[in-house]
C-alpha cells in the first residue's frame, strides 16, 4: 500500500476504495516521487534529513498530522546517511527554510528577489530546484491526502 | 525590453527563467533521458531545461502529470483542465493558467467559462457542475486547504461521481505542484510579434 493509501485509509468496499483501484497506476507513481524528492542519490545542498525536516514543517503547514509523523519518522532514519554528504551551511539553511515557508505558505507572492537571496546564500541553480521540487511535491501530497479524505464519507 | 504578463490571459505567455536553464549540448545522460530527449525529439522547452537541474525529480513527476491529465475515463479532459485553471488562479500561475484555459477552451469550445473565471476570479459565477469543480479545486488549492465540510455532498450534487471526484483532486492536487515550480522559478514574459 503506498503512503497516500496509508493516510487516506478508505473503507475497504466503498465507493472510494473503488475508485482508487482505478488508479492504483497514479498512486505507485506518487509513491516514486515521494521517493525521488525525498531520497534523491545526489541530494546537493538539501540533505535527506533536511529534506525530511522541511517535509514535516510543510505538512503541519497543510494541517495533515499524520504526514508530518511519516516525516518526521524519516527525520531520525537519515540520520546516518546523512553524514556522507555535503550539508548545507547555516545561512543556506535560513534562505532554504524561509523559501520552503514561501512555496508552501505564499507561492503567489514568490519574485525573482527570492531567487536571489537563495543565490545570495551562495546556492547554485540544482539546489533551487530541488528546492522547488521538495515544496512543490509536499504541496501535491498534502492535498491529495486532503482531498480524498473530504471524499469518505461521499455515498 | 520583454514585458512581463501581469494578468490572466489565454493568450500563452513566454515563460522566462530566474536562473540559467541546462544547456543541452552540455546536459549529462541522465538530464537528456529525464526530459526525454531523443534523436527524433530534440525540441525542449526553457521550462523543461530549467527543471532539468534536477533530474531525478523531473524524470518521475513526467509519466504522473500526463496519467493525471490525459488518463482514460474519469473525469473529461476539460474538467481536469477547469481543476488546473482553479488551482492556477488562486495561485496565481499566469501562465499555466494560460496554457491550461487555452485547452479548456479547445475541448469544451465554452471560452465564456474561462472568461468569467479570468474576470472575477474566486467570485466567478458559473453553470452548477462548472461551479462544483472550480469553487472545489480554488479550495483545495489554499494554504492550509479551505474544503468545507459539503464538499463532497456538492461535487456528488453537480453529478460527479466518486471516479471522477478523485481526478478532480488529482488534477488539482497536481497543479499545487506546477505551480509551484513555473511561477517561482521564472516569469511569463509578452510574445515577440515575430513569436506569435
Given at each position: ?130 528546492l522547488a521540487e521538495l515544496a512543490a511535491f509536499v504541496s501535491y501530497q498534502a492535498r491529495v491526502i486532503k482531498g480524498l479524505q473530504a471524499l469518505k464519507g461521499a455515498k | 525590453m520583454t514585458r512581463v504578463v501581469e494578468n490572466f490571459t489565454t493568450q500563452v505567455p513566454v515563460w522566462s527563467p530566474y536562473i540559467r536553464p541546462v544547456e543541452l549540448a552540455s546536459a549529462t545522460p541522465e538530464q537528456l533521458a529525464a526530459m526525454q530527449v531523443t534523436p527524433s525529439n530534440k525540441g525542449v522547452s526553457p521550462y523543461v531545461l530549467t527543471l532539468a537541474h534536477d533530474p531525478e525529480s523531473l524524470a518521475v513527476r513526467s509519466p504522473l502529470f500526463n496519467q493525471i491529465m490525459y488518463g482514460k475515463d474519469g473525469l473529461s479532459s476539460a ?118
Amino acid at each position: 500500500m503506498t503512503l497516500i493509501e496509508e493516510i487516506v485509509d478508505a473503507r475497504p468496499g466503498s465507493n472510494l476504495a473503488e475508485a482508487l483501484s482505478h488508479r492504483a497506476e497514479i498512486l505507485r507513481l506518487s509513491q516514486s516521487t515521494h521517493d525521488a524528492v525525498l531520497f534523491p542519490r545526489s541530494p546537493g545542498a538539501i540533505s535527506h534529513g533536511l529534506r525530511a525536516a522541511l517535509a514535516a514543517r510543510m505538512a503541519r503547514q497543510y494541517e495533515v498530522p499524520k504526514l508530518a509523523e511519516h516525516y518526521e519518522v524519516l527525520i531520525q532514519q537519515s540520520r546516518e546517511i546523512d553524514e556522507q554528504h555535503d550539508a548545507a551551511t547555516d545561512a543556506q539553511t535560513a534562505a532554504i527554510v524561509a523559501h520552503s515557508d514561501l512555496l508552501t505558505l505564499r507561492p503567489r507572492d514568490a519574485t525573482r528577489a527570492d531567487i536571489e537571496k537563495l543565490q545570495a546564500s551562495g546556492m547554485g541553480e540544482p539546489d533551487i530546484v530541488r528546492l522547488a521540487e521538495l515544496a512543490a511535491f509536499v504541496s501535491y501530497q498534502a492535498r491529495v491526502i486532503k482531498g480524498l479524505q473530504a471524499l469518505k464519507g461521499a455515498k | 525590453m520583454t514585458r512581463v504578463v501581469e494578468n490572466f490571459t489565454t493568450q500563452v505567455p513566454v515563460w522566462s527563467p530566474y536562473i540559467r536553464p541546462v544547456e543541452l549540448a552540455s546536459a549529462t545522460p541522465e538530464q537528456l533521458a529525464a526530459m526525454q530527449v531523443t534523436p527524433s525529439n530534440k525540441g525542449v522547452s526553457p521550462y523543461v531545461l530549467t527543471l532539468a537541474h534536477d533530474p531525478e525529480s523531473l524524470a518521475v513527476r513526467s509519466p504522473l502529470f500526463n496519467q493525471i491529465m490525459y488518463g482514460k475515463d474519469g473525469l473529461s479532459s476539460a474538467e481536469r483542465e477547469l481543476g488546473a485553471v482553479g488551482a492556477s488562479v488562486v495561485n496565481r500561475c499566469i501562465y499555466c493558467a494560460a496554457v491550461h484555459a487555452s485547452r479548456f477552451n479547445n475541448l469544451s469550445k465554452r471560452p465564456d467559462v474561462i472568461d468569467e473565471i479570468f474576470d472575477r476570479e474566486r467570485q466567478a459565477k458559473l453553470e452548477p457542475r462548472d461551479q462544483a469543480i472550480f469553487d472545489f479545486s480554488a479550495q483545495l488549492s489554499e494554504t492550509p486547504p479551505a474544503i468545507p465540510e459539503a464538499a463532497a455532498a456538492n461535487l456528488a450534487n453537480a453529478g460527479l461521481n466518486t471516479l471522477e471526484a478523485v481526478d478532480l483532486v488529482l488534477s488539482s492536487a497536481l497543479f499545487g505542484w506546477a505551480n509551484r515550480l513555473m511561477h517561482t522559478l521564472g516569469e511569463p514574459t509578452e510574445r515577440e510579434p515575430s513569436q506569435r
